[in-house]
């Protein structure tokens, strides 16, 4: 079966990797969605069903700062930035990435670099 459509694909790369990543309570797990407009990043705890920490690219906190951030980069390093201060409020502080089958180039890799920068470990 040859897959051309490209969410389909995506979703076939992201279940491949959902059998691998798992987020426990003591590493839970960083997962990032992107849209064509905005980024998510939510910390979620599989073990007990729960998202512990959320943001993204529409959260007050963000949009105040990327107010004069010039491209779309900047604004997802920030929402890895404040992904990771929520974090280490709630004293997690090492978590398992989840890219959600996205190459882990552009805006995905500046959510990570931004988490990484704000001082989580993964």
Known sequence: MILKNTPERRIRRKARIRTKILGT?????LAVY?????????????AKG???VS??????DVREQAKDA???LEVCRLVGIVAARKAL?????????DRGGYL??????AVADGAREAGLKF
């Open 50 to 52: 729960l998202t512990i």
């Open 55 to 60: 943001a993204s690219s529409l959260s007050k």
């Open 34 to 46: 992107r849209s064509l407009k905005h980024v998510y990043a939510q910390i979620i705890d599989d």
């Open 70 to 72: 010039k491209s779309s």
């Open 104 to 109: 882990y180039h552009g805006r995905v890799k």
């Open 25 to 29: 309570s003591a590493r839970p797990r």
């Open 89 to 97: 409020e709630n004293n997690i502080k090492e978590v398992v990435f």
